[in-house]
């Protein structure tokens, strides 16, 4: 399994996933080139990105491979798959990818989600040439915390990780930005629906501010299952881990029994 963390320009932050389904196969993570540990210096372009992960899956030996991808990570788990067709075996795209018109209804709901003072002030930081330490912890919480169920608890998620999922690659953000509405996916559904493998799956958090009516036309369109988990937001392992262990492992497992490949290790505990 390979988790695809978002952003794009966040180093990854999918820690907590791995050791959900570590004893059922190899769970491999890495930092998107340009974020965390693998430094960059150039220009940023989806297909760089999709061809790092191909390089990846090939260094690691991965005869099948299933992939996980959040937010961005699934924009990345498509175009993959668009571009080494029968390469995945299994994909799970978790809160993603949004295509349609879907920025305008969540960034009203964002809006309607934070008071005008702070409304007014996540603006005036956005508009800053440069920001300090400081600022950018200040601008990150303010932009994170409505994407959580529980607003309090989310404002305290939110300035814990956005102290931690640093520094933020804002050039490399700008680019791949760029480069997927120069290249929508909305344009390549038809294509996409031929090339994921049997077992795909979308999930959301029925909370985010982002419109889960967006992934459920998306689901339609692809043919596939969309699963919706109660009372969590954008990052539904947060709120609801154990909802989201138990769709995993069971989505790793289907994975596993259609291309006849065993766990890597005895399941201990968990209820089966």
Sequence with gaps: MVLLHGGPGLPDY???LAPMVADLAPVYRYDQRGTGASPWEGRHSLERHVDDLAELVEHWGAAEVVLVGHSYGTDLAARFCLAHPGRASAVLLMCGPFVGDWRAPYRAERDRRMPARERERLGALESLPRRTEAQEVELLTLAWFTDHADPERGRARAARDAGRRRPVNWFM???LGAAARADPLDARLDELRACLPQRTELLAGVADP?????????ARRLDIPLIAIEAAGHEPWLEAPAAIRTHLRTFLR???AQTGTAPASPVPGDGS
């Design 254 to 256: 289907t994975a596993l």
């Design 173 to 175: 953000n700008a680019e």
């Design 14 to 16: 999918l820690g907590e």
């Design 210 to 218: 982002r419109p889960v009516s967006a992934l459920a036309a998306l």
